[in-house]
């Protein structure tokens, strides 16, 4: 009985007031890429711009200039929808071929999404809460903005909408990533390991506007080690990361889309496309015990992109995007202190479902402490075809 009350509260939580339908798509992508890079980066992101990818010392990834081919980006979708009693049920699952963790660098499989979406809740791996999609410049570039907050994670949210808002929560999956330092070296820290005990919350929340919108979100998360190993001295530790952004995006006339995200935040760069490590260590030397500190990493950004229709066929993206760390004292004096990123493309469309242009790519690094920075010119050419079969029946 209380499970049949508490199924009956769900569906009127999450019904839609909608005709509910039945179907199942196929959709994706076939994308090449051709371009030249006529300095440095490391070789395992070869056909994306990433700022802390770029040398932190003189010609570590020598010589300058090279050539690259790939289809990485290259994507394949599956979307599922049936109507229930509890609402519209809907299933997705995607990948590409860009391989990242121990398939970095390679052209291979690469998981993106697999979730269940019923009315309102969300269950399973899509873009985190924290993430304004909507605000991802149309660049030819994969790596794009490295400020821009943009995570997919396993999640629980729930997530309401009507004409003039949507707002969510969720719970998702932590995870952070450690920088040990001028301590890397040392082997007691092997015995450190991280210590997730509860899930990172989001937040967000959208006011639609007559040209736009305007979206504020937030993340909140504990990051916990411990010491593995007994020891006299206490490597033990957490800290408590958490985030904000400012995003939207606004037509200034018919022919222009104005995009924008202003990000800060501690111990939440892993949310970020490219921002580098979330906890840093600090000297501590003054207590025998606990010599060490982990703490979380200030980050600060921003990003602009200004979208121009020159024809129904000719159309421009150019834009800038920014990030700063704060670093803790026991970081590596070239570790990543602050990028700079910036585009420019002229893209053409001859029909519907292809595009191609070309793209002008600019990316800085700059080091915490040794006064090294280093920069990258690129060029890049690419093709896209957009494909999609979607077979739809109505409802009863």
Request: charged letters at 20%.
């Given at each position: 009985?209380?499970?049949?009350?508490?199924?009956?509260?769900?569906?009127?939580?999450?019904?839609?007031?909608?005709?509910?339908?039945?179907?199942?798509?196929?959709?994706?992508?076939?994308?090449?890429?051709?371009?030249?890079?006529?300095?440095?980066?490391?070789?395992?992101?070869?056909?994306?711009?990433?700022?802390?990818?770029?040398?932190?010392?003189?010609?570590?990834?020598?010589?300058?200039?090279?050539?690259?081919?790939?289809?990485?980006?290259?994507?394949?979708?599956?979307?599922?929808?049936?109507?229930?009693?509890?609402?519209?049920?809907?299933?997705?699952?995607?990948?590409?071929?860009?391989?990242?963790?121990?398939?970095?660098?390679?052209?291979?499989?690469?998981?993106?999404?697999?979730?269940?979406?019923?009315?309102?809740?969300?269950?399973?791996?899509?873009?985190?809460?924290?993430?304004?999609?909507?605000?991802?410049?149309?660049?030819?570039?994969?790596?794009?903005?490295?400020?821009?907050?943009?995570?997919?994670s396993i999640q629980v949210r729930y997530m309401k909408v009507n004409e003039k808002a949507r707002w969510g929560l969720a719970l998702e999956q932590p995870g952070?990533?450690?920088?040990?330092?001028?301590?890397?070296?040392?082997?007691?820290?092997?015995?450190?390991?991280?210590?997730?005990?509860?899930?990172?919350?989001?937040?967000?929340?959208?006011?639609?506007?007559?040209?736009?919108?305007?979206?504020?979100?937030?993340?909140?998360?504990?990051?916990?080690?411990?010491?593995?190993?007994?020891?006299?001295?206490?490597?033990?530790?957490?800290?408590?990361?958490?985030?904000?952004?400012?995003?939207?995006?606004?037509?200034?006339?018919?022919?222009?889309?104005?995009?924008?995200?202003?990000?800060?935040?501690?111990?939440?760069?892993?949310?970020?496309?490219?921002?580098?490590?979330?906890?840093?260590?600090?000297?501590?030397?003054?207590?025998?015990?606990?010599?060490?500190?982990?703490?979380?990493?200030?980050?600060?950004?921003?990003?602009?992109?200004?979208?121009?229709?020159?024809?129904?066929?000719?159309?421009?993206?150019?834009?800038?995007?920014?990030?700063?760390?704060?670093?803790?004292?026991?970081?590596?004096?070239?570790?990543?202190?602050?990028?700079?990123?910036?585009?420019?493309?002229?893209?053409?469309?001859?029909?519907?479902?292809?595009?191609?242009?070309?793209?002008?790519?600019?990316?800085?690094?700059?080091?915490?402490?040794?006064?090294?920075?280093?920069?990258?010119?690129?060029?890049?050419?690419?093709?896209?075809?957009?494909?999609?079969?979607?077979?739809?029946?109505?409802?009863?």
């Amino acid at each position: 009985m209380y499970i049949q009350l508490f199924l009956c509260g769900i569906g009127q939580a999450i019904a839609q007031e909608q005709e509910l339908k039945k179907g199942f798509e196929i959709y994706g992508f076939v994308k090449a890429d051709i371009g030249y890079n006529f300095n440095q980066t490391d070789p395992n992101w070869f056909d994306v711009l990433r700022v802390t990818k770029l040398p932190k010392f003189e010609d570590q990834f020598a010589p300058d200039g090279k050539i690259y081919f790939g289809v990485r980006q290259t994507r394949l979708g599956f979307n599922n929808w049936t109507p229930t009693s509890l609402g519209q049920l809907k299933a997705n699952f995607e990948f590409d071929l860009f391989g990242v963790g121990p398939d970095v660098g390679q052209t291979t499989f690469h998981f993106r999404r697999a979730y269940i979406e019923l009315g309102r809740f969300t269950v399973g791996q899509t873009e985190s809460l924290f993430t304004d999609v909507d605000v991802t410049p149309n660049t030819l570039d994969f790596g794009a903005p490295p400020s821009r907050a943009f995570l997919r994670s396993i999640q629980v949210r729930y997530m309401k909408v009507n004409e003039k808002a949507r707002w969510g929560l969720a719970l998702e999956q932590p995870g952070a990533i450690s920088d040990d330092g001028i301590y890397a070296d040392r082997i007691e820290l092997e015995n450190v390991k991280p210590q997730f005990k509860v899930p990172d919350l989001t937040a967000q929340y959208r006011r639609f506007l007559k040209n736009g919108y305007v979206e504020v979100a937030g993340v909140l998360k504990w990051i916990k080690w411990e010491n593995t190993v007994p020891s006299p001295i206490d490597l033990s530790g957490d800290e408590i990361g958490w985030g904000f952004y400012l995003s939207t995006t606004h037509r200034l006339d018919s022919k222009t889309l104005l995009k924008g995200q202003v990000i800060t935040g501690r111990g939440m760069e892993n949310y970020l496309t490219d921002g580098g490590p979330d906890i840093g260590i600090e000297n501590n030397v003054s207590d025998p015990v606990t010599p060490l500190l982990g703490v979380s990493l200030p980050v600060i950004g921003g990003l602009v992109f200004l979208e121009r229709s020159w024809n129904s066929k000719l159309s421009s993206t150019v834009g800038y995007s920014a990030i700063r760390i704060d670093n803790s004292d026991a970081q590596a004096d070239n570790a990543f202190k602050n990028g700079h990123y910036g585009i420019f493309n002229l893209l053409y469309l001859p029909v519907s479902q292809f595009q191609t242009g070309v793209e002008l790519q600019w990316g800085q690094r700059n080091n915490f402490r040794d006064d090294f920075s280093s920069s990258v010119i690129r060029v890049q050419f690419s093709c896209k075809y957009n494909f999609s079969l979607f077979l739809e029946e109505k409802g009863k």
